[in-house]
């Protein structure tokens, strides 16, 4: 059923723009629809479209911050990577964000777009970037998977000491790879260690590492670090994650930060999603997350 249109009412699809606009703070999006190195068996379904299509289920208006996002911020949608998963893709992504506004907003696929647009956007040289990880995981796997993107911007020259892995999951990951993320100096904070804060200043202590004195942060948003209740269509997800509200609040947290130039969002299969389309609805309440901590970087 088609939404009724009132102009007093916009939804959160009218942010979506085809070029930046010099009088709002312009936000870039790109689809990264990785699914062919997934460990758990995964659909070719685009997710970025359907997270563009849900944003119609929302409006521009923040309560919290007392402003329409309409006013203030624009989304740069520059597309989707053809073939993401094709061993060119950095290559083809870094043309493709070529002159993008910063932040970038990375809508995946599978966790292995991680990799992919961090190097895309940081090039060859990642000494002046942090990492950032909400996930269940830590992505340390050998190979090339969905389940390696860490280990591979480890490889890459990523800096173990601005890596800072948040949401760990017990019974989600294994000894040999916790002892691999200790003895290189990542930094961890588990899904128990959350417990016993709240998310906000979790987030700016995350970033605040990962950043030092120096670097630009990248963060990776895998939304299986959630509740298996709230992300049904995250293969991985397990009970006792992160609430539906702790995630919108790390989001918009992560946004407010001028250090952060790019956030993704993974691991969500459009086919594996419940009648109502909770996951998908979830991830784009996280893209207006992120942007309304954006505007937040205006005051």
């Known amino acids: 059923m088609a939404a009724t249109h009132d102009p007093k009412w916009p939804d959160a699809s009218s942010l979506l723009s085809l070029s930046a606009q010099p009088e709002r703070r312009n936000v870039s999006l790109v689809g990264l629809s990785t699914h062919r190195h997934s460990l758990s068996a995964r659909s070719a379904l685009s997710t970025p479209r359907a997270i563009r299509a849900a944003l119609e289920r929302?409006?521009?208006?923040?309560?919290?911050?007392?402003v329409d996002l309409g006013d203030v911020v624009n989304l740069v949608d520059v597309g989707d990577l053809e073939d993401p998963d094709a061993e060119d893709a950095v290559e083809r992504l870094a043309?493709?964000?070529?002159?993008?506004?910063?932040?970038?907003?990375?809508?995946?696929?599978?966790?292995?777009?991680?990799?992919?647009?961090?190097?895309?956007?940081?090039?060859e040289d990642l000494s002046g970037v942090g990492l950032v990880t909400l996930d269940a995981h830590h992505d340390l796997r050998d190979g090339v998977s969905n389940g390696s993107p860490v280990r591979q911007a480890?490889?890459?020259?990523?800096?173990?000491?601005?890596v800072v892995q948040v949401g760990l999951a017990d019974f989600s990951n294994s000894g040999p790879y916790a002892r691999a993320a200790r003895e290189a100096g990542v930094h961890v904070i588990s899904r128990a260690a959350l417990r016993r804060e709240q998310i906000e200043p979790v987030i700016g202590h995350a970033i605040d590492v990962a950043a030092g004195?120096?670097?630009?942060?990248?963060?990776d948003i895998d939304l299986d670090v959630a509740d298996r209740s709230v992300v049904p269509a995250c293969a991985a997800a397990a009970p006792g994650g992160l609430s539906a509200d702790e995630l919108r609040?790390?989001?918009?947290?992560?946004?407010?930060?001028?250090?952060?130039?790019?956030?993704?969002?993974?691991e969500i299969d459009v086919?594996?999603?419940?009648?109502?389309?909770?996951?998908?609805?979830?991830g784009a309440l996280l893209v207006l997350e992120v942007l309304a901590g954006v505007q937040r970087r205006m005051r």
Do not use: M
């Open 58 to 66: 929302y409006s521009t208006w923040s309560y919290e911050d007392d």
């Open 213 to 219: 004195t120096h670097r630009r942060v990248y963060v």
């Open 154 to 162: 480890l490889a890459a020259g990523l800096d173990p000491a601005a």
């Open 249 to 266: 609040r790390a989001a918009r947290q992560v946004g407010a930060d001028e250090r952060v130039f790019a956030v993704d969002l993974t």
């Open 95 to 123: 043309r493709q964000l070529a002159g993008a506004a910063s932040p970038v907003i990375v809508l995946g696929g599978d966790n292995s777009a991680t990799f992919t647009a961090l190097r895309a956007l940081a090039g």
């Open 271 to 282: 086919a594996r999603d419940s009648d109502d389309g909770r996951t998908v609805r979830l």
